[in-house]
């Protein structure tokens, strides 16, 4: 055996070109007159991809009329490109970079550079679609994620690696309102590490967000009821016969399906609830934590509960029903739904075309969700303060930055955000992301996603001839080029000049012109264009 | 850069009270029950207010006295006078195993019962008080101050009857008696009795919230975030920086015309007021080198605040990482107690160079010790008889209570205690701090003074 002389070199593992998915356009989706005046979205048919069983609901309203059908055959505006067939009540402004750029931050984490312009090509209803309805699971590309020495996440595991393994999702999804989706159900159904005895029931129900955020709300909040995580963050698990708890109750009313003040439910409502969600339980041991989550006939309350008025032997898939098909829900889940997306709420005239939306298609997310998405208020309106998880990965996905530290887990938590920690069950307060705390964490949030791109300024290779233009068309070209308001760069290009008139010596022209990248750098970073969605 | 928050080896339910612990510290958010009967930790009902301190350089989170102007709370530490004597307790967080940091690596029981933990003979540097026993070699850094004379090692402190919970034996180390439900700190009635209405710097935590031991009745107590101030760092350094601020400034004073660019006005240009007025605040250097980490950093600056004369009675801090070790112990440990050593190292060494030694005492302790047979992964679980160190230029450097040995364990198989938490404490209260511990710690005549202060 020969002896090599010198250590061996791994191979260097090759650089994976971040492919780009074609983004999938949905063939069957169509806006046709319902007949009486109004327009109706056909593709809700569920005939995109099966023949839907018999009995299986239609989607919105009764089946077309021969004559709308016939309608419908009639060809679109010549303006509008032929899969960008808009309903008359949605948005009919342009559809450019702005408007794609607006739609990618909200119904994700922002674009990777050339998205935006990919978007724009697809027109406003095939835009939104095509974050709608991904299609097949999603797929993550770029390097994996890593911790602060070099390893694979451990997310069940270790402290904070939850949120780290998220926070990579959002940045390398290529369905990224399915993660933004259940970044609002998690903020919705807001459950947290605190109360939960493993962190992977944490990430479970997250997972549970993902799989069913597009469908049916009374299915993922029959999902949600009996979740392991949540079975134990509201006591479900503690619920029985003779010694019913109601803590569970009374949140899925006021914060999940119905509102508090609103006249919906009387404190004998939510008693009879608790009732009927009795009989949940799971095992316990120092080892695996809460497991073994199980209905348990033997404690179920079988007797009869008069919820809303309604009096049955209510079990806990009834309770959850009731809830949502109270007259006050449809109401109470489009303006909730409306506000992750839209900071002011709707006028009662939208807000009553997204009920009938909600209700005529049996009670199906994903109608009233594209609804929102193509509507005049969501690219008209003023915008809306990032949450803190959304600004770091939309600046990692500008920079092309994998998840290498483990520093965002407490940053994040700084600027208030720490996943799988909300601060209670009502969720986040999306009023109250910015003071001086959290306010400074955003800037050091900046101040560690550029530690990798910002230019080091002593070491002499900075050009020492770049000018103040020169200056600021490269920090905005590394931050992915997002636009920036005119008043914004007047004051870089400012702040670039006033930088270069403290050159004096011959050895600062490259290190102050360094630094001079630095803060334009940081600056645009925590400026309201990067803040603001 | 960043802190280790990894807790591999710990037992999540543990591991999710501590932080429940910490939050309910903050005040006011109060404690959800964890474990039937788990004590409520003290000082869980105080409020919290912020408090931005000039005169101090510090940005504080102040308990208690909710009562008193913030605005008095500068005029109090501006005259409270710097107090003579300081005590530092430093908190191994989870049960450290004090079979290794005190190991009787040379016993053929111990070999038995740790095939797989033990230290071999040899592998740290020796103990000189005991020869049955060596120190971890992690511990190195406490061993050579323990050659100075300068280290009392309590080999297996405790109290009868110990309970195996984390949270009701650290609850009994906190309040300083074995009872559930006393909502003030031993050293918080201390600071109660001793302190002043208007000087929250009296009670320190240098975590972030407020350690539980020494949250008080009356008097102000605090809790600071980072000895560092409130900064904005950045890849920006001087005279290019200011101008950056200045832009910083000017982005949060233009006019807004929406409600979220009000938010981000607003915060900005607050943002900036604040970095201005803490300009400067925890810029502090220090005579000696310290290790790079947060916990030396957190040392490194409370020497320097000592040295600047700042009114300090009593300091609480964590040791790095966490110990309960009931998987993969070994790792952890090492690298761990290897810190928290050194950090008190440099502590000490910084604290002789300003000649400020002989007013600071630091207490290392921890709510229990591990269980002497090591478990089936690679771990150990909770025991009873911990370790205790008390460590300065005036600790007397004399063991108290001797090894127990492990031929007699425990009805639970645990080490037995040789000396008792409270006898530490009273000693430190009469003989460091100079108040009678009759008024501070319940059925304070029963316990054995052992001496801790040279004479």
Known sequence: MTIPQEKPVAARPKTR????????????????????????????????????????????????????????????????????????????GSFGTTQAVRLLHRAGFGPVPGQAEQLVSLGLVGAVQSLTRPGGTAHLSG???????????????????????????????????????????????ATSNANVSKTQQMIDQSNLFRARCFGSFLDLFKAVTVDPAMLQ????????????NENYAREMMELFSLGADRGAYSEED??????ALTG?????????????????????????????????????????RLCVEHPLHPSFFVEKLWSYFIPAPPSAAVRDQLTATYAGSGRQILPVLEAILTSPEFYEGPPMVKPPVVHLASMLRALGRPIDTEAWIYICDMAGQQLFWPPNVSGWDDDRWLDTSTMRARWLMVTYALEEIAPDTWNDTYSTTETPDEALAKAIASWGSPALRDEHRAELLDLAKRSEKLIVAN??????????????????????DLILQ | MSPSHRHHACCDGYTRSQLLRSAAAEAGKGLPAIEPGMPEPAGTGLSRRRFLSRSAGLALAVYGASKIPLSAFETGIAQAAPTDKILVSVFFDGGIDSLNVLAPAGDTRYQQLRPNLKLAPGSGPAFSEDPSLQWHPAASALATLHGEGKVSAFPAIGYDHPDQSHFTSRHYYEIGELQVGYRTGWLGRYLDAVGDSENPLQGLSLDGS????????EKPVAAIDSVDGYDLWSHVDSPVQTEMFNSFAKLGSLPADSPAMGQVRRATSQTDKLRQDLDGVGDFSSPVEYPDNRFAHKLAGLAAYIAF????????????GGYDTHADQAGDLDENLRETCEGILAFQRDLEARGLADRVMVEMWSEFGRRPEENGSLGTDHGAAGCAFVIGSQAKGQMVGEFPGLTKLDEDDNLRVTSDFRGMYCSLLEQWLGFDAEAIIPGAAGFVRPTLVKP
């Open chain 2, 309 to 320: 004369g700042l009114p300090m009675r009593v300091v609480t801090v964590r040791a790095p």
């Open chain 1, 270 to 275: 939510i008693r009879e609830a608790a009732r």
């Open chain 1, 280 to 320: 949940w339980r799971n095992d316990w041991s120092s080892e695996l934590g809460a497991y073994n989550f199980r209905f348990d006939p033997k404690r179920h309350d079988t007797g009869n509960k008069t919820v809303f008025g309604n009096t049955g032997a209510w079990g806990w898939e009834d309770a959850c």
């Open chain 1, 143 to 189: 390097p994996a994620p890593r911790d602060d020495d070099g390893n694979p996440l451990a997310p069940g595991d270790a402290w904070g690696h939850d949120h780290l393994w998220w926070l990579d999702r959002m940045v390398r999804t290529d369905q990224p309102l399915v993660e933004r989706m259940a970044l609002v159900f998690h903020d919705w159904f």
């Open chain 1, 507 to 528: 050895w600062q022209k490259g290190p102050y012109r360094a630094m001079r990248q630095n803060a334009l750098l940081q600056l645009i970073g925590v400026s309201p």
């Open chain 1, 17 to 92: 070109r971040r492919k780009r998915r074609r983004v999938w356009k949905d063939k069957h989706f169509r806006w046709v007159p319902d007949g009486q005046g109004d327009w109706k979205v056909e593709a809700y048919l569920f005939r995109h991809r099966h023949k839907p069983k018999a009995g299986h609901s239609r989607g919105p309203g009764k089946k077309p009329a021969r004559q709308a059908q016939a309608a419908a055959a009639t060809p679109a505006p010549a303006s509008a490109p032929p899969f960008d067939q808009r309903p008359p009540d949605a948005y009919q």
């Open chain 1, 233 to 244: 963050w509201l006591n479900g698990n503690e619920n029985r016969k003779g010694s019913p």
């Open chain 2, 210 to 217: 407020l350690s539980p031991m020494i949250a008080t009745a």
